[in-house]
């Protein structure tokens, strides 16, 4: 059963950092492309990073580039999203998502597995 | 920036009946669009990936078609635990970066 159980989410001032895990079971993680996606309170989806599965590329949104780093550890199953120079709109649940096996950019690089996902919230 | 448009953004409809929803991408997207359902604290759930492939163990009564600009999720005959709200995805060409549409909210009439 493929599980993907995310951790980290806290109560943080602005300005502050925060480090997301993922931490990914149930499949071969190393085939997989990976995703975050978030959701602001009462919001809708929000995509905001994906990686290779060898780490070698990753892509942003706009509105974290600069300020948050995705990252991989192959060997320990598990997907991280450092988060730094935080903000109230970055308030949001930060959910790990496993995106396509093998190619991102032949498909439409759906999600077919969530985690429940983890509360981040921005506030002094 | 592709922009993803979803209509309409409140569809009400009562069991039994079958429901329409549209997405419409400022550019052509191919046929890289994926749908998602997600209720009320719960996680999102694929529902159809490459704008017609049902993911594994979604219900025929879901339906994808489209390409370029538009596309459409069908659901032939709505059951109770369909009342949720849908979102649109697309994958830009390059690099691969990824939007949502901003949601149907699908409830009962």
């Known amino acids: 059963e493929v599980q993907l159980v995310e951790s980290g989410g806290a109560l943080v001032q602005p300005g502050g950092s925060l480090r997301l895990s993922c931490e990914a079971s149930?499949?071969?993680?190393?085939?997989?492309?990976m995703s975050w996606v978030r959701q602001a309170p009462g919001k809708g989806l929000e995509w905001v990073a994906n990686?290779?599965?060898?780490?070698?590329?990753?892509y942003y949104v706009d509105s974290v580039k600069g300020r948050f780093t995705i990252s991989r550890d192959n060997a320990k199953n598990s997907l991280y999203l450092q988060m730094n120079s935080l903000r109230a709109e970055d308030t949001a649940v930060y959910y790990c998502?496993?995106?396509?096996?093998?190619?991102?950019?032949?498909?439409?690089?759906?999600?077919?597995?969530w985690g429940q996902g983890t509360l981040v919230t921005v506030s002094s | 920036e592709i922009v993803l448009t979803q209509s309409p953004a409140t569809l009400s409809l009562s069991p039994g009946e079958r429901a329409t929803l549209s997405c419409r991408a400022s550019?052509?997207?191919?046929?890289?669009l994926g749908w998602y359902q997600q209720k009320p604290g719960q996680a999102p759930r694929l529902l159809i990936y490459?704008?017609?492939n049902r993911a594994t163990g979604i219900p025929a009564r879901f339906s994808g078609s489209g390409s370029g600009t538009d596309f459409t999720l069908t659901i032939s005959s709505l059951e109770p635990e369909d009342f949720a709200v849908y979102y649109c995805?697309?994958?830009?060409?390059?690099?691969?970066?990824?939007?949502f549409g901003q949601g149907t909210r699908l409830e009962i009439k």
């Open positions: 990686i290779k599965q060898d780490g070698s590329e990753k």
């Open positions: 149930g499949f071969t993680f190393s085939n997989y492309w």
């Open positions: 550019q052509s997207v191919s046929s890289y």
């Open positions: 998502a496993r995106g396509p096996l093998g190619c991102c950019s032949c498909s439409s690089c759906s999600m077919a597995y």
């Open positions: 490459d704008a017609s």
């Open positions: 995805q697309q994958r830009s060409y390059w690099p691969p970066l990824i939007t």
